[in-house]
């Protein structure tokens, strides 16, 4: 069994890594979705109250509320997909890190995708799931808010980089080496050195 954590600021490629993972039947558990059922769980809209729920998660239940609730739906997903690997997309801080590794050990390797603040740009413009993501100032206050949550530090921690500088294709190999390799408990390392 292996736990493959992500970590990376907006724009940088965490969801097409969790979309080879699907690609692959890889189970994938998304930190958000915790607080989206939360916002749900209290009968608030997720789209609108999403940062203030996970906030409020952590007030509540400690800095490591929202990796210890995506404890149980790591287990079941391992549980029902019978599955070598799962994916944990968005880690944001260092406790969650080292709830993940408290939880699985050398089974956790945590990947930190990154790319420059251009392209990043760039791509979420392209992607326009929102009107902010053609707003470079917008994007500046979300990577902001990200790097206060602890983004920057986790991503200083990740145990492989990729840089996701090239094509969508190349991207999507390195992905692959990371999700069915055994990359090296190395810092820094990229995804070409697998």
């Known amino acids: 069994m292996r ?28 930190m958000g979705d915790v607080i989206r059922q939360a916002c749900r769980d209290r009968g608030l809209d997720p789209t609108e109250h999403h940062g203030e729920m996970a906030q409020t998660l952590r007030e509540e ?48 390797t945590l990947v930190s995708v990154e790319a420059p603040f251009d392209l990043r740009a760039e791509r979420l413009a392209d992607r326009g799931r929102d009107a902010s993501d053609s707003d470079l100032e ?33 991207f999507h190999d390195r992905a692959e080496a990371v999700l069915f390799g055994e990359p090296a408990k190395t810092a820094g390392q990229t995804g070409e050195e697998q």
Do not use: Q
């Open 3 to 30: 736990v493959v954590g992500t970590v990376g600021l907006p724009g940088s490629g965490k969801g097409e890594i969790a979309a080879v993972a699907a690609e692959h039947d890889i189970p994938v558990i998304t």
């Open 61 to 108: 239940n400690g800095p490591a509320a929202v990796a210890e609730r995506s404890l149980p739906m790591i287990e079941a997903a391992i549980d029902a997909h019978e599955a070598e690997t799962v994916l944990v997309d968005g880690l944001r801080s260092l406790v969650e890190v080292e709830t993940f590794e408290a939880a699985f050990g050398d089974a956790f």
């Open 138 to 170: 917008a994007l500046r206050a979300r990577d902001a808010r990200e790097l206060e949550l602890g983004v920057g530090e986790v991503m200083d921690r990740a145990d492989v980089t990729i840089e996701n500088t090239d094509t969508l294709e190349a």
